[in-house]
């Protein structure tokens, strides 16, 4: 059975971080390449960034320079960490796994307000 879980969402004021965490399990981790997705109320679910079994890594334009993707093979984890977050930044973040299937998350809040 495939459970991606994530973790580390929260409510955070503009300018702040937060680190979001994807723990996988019952997939062979190592070999999926994992994505980072958001939703906003009212919208498209978005990509957000991506990072391939060899650690290279993909980021949406919104994402350049503030957020970084990265993941722990060992722990069978994936990692977004956020800096600088705004007001956009509020949805819910969800992890994807992708190999031969694709995988998905029951997401996590991200609340970004003053």
């Known amino acids: 059975q495939v459970q991606l879980v994530e973790s580390g969402g929260g409510l955070v004021q503009p300018g702040g971080s937060l680190r979001l965490s994807c723990a996988a399990s019952?997939?062979?981790?190592?070999?999926?390449?994992m994505y980072w997705y958001r939703q906003a109320p009212g919208k498209e679910r978005e990509y957000v960034a991506g990072?391939?079994?060899?650690?290279?890594?993909n980021y949406a334009d919104s994402a350049k320079g503030r957020f970084t993707i990265s993941r722990d093979n060992a722990k069978s984890t994936v990692y977004l960490q956020m800096n600088s977050l705004k007001l956009e930044d509020t949805a819910v973040y969800y992890c994807n796994a992708v190999y031969t299937h694709s995988y998905w998350g029951q997401g996590t809040q991200v609340t970004v307000s003053s």
């Open positions: 990072i391939d079994r060899g650690g290279t890594t």
């Open positions: 019952g997939i062979v981790f190592s070999i999926n390449t």
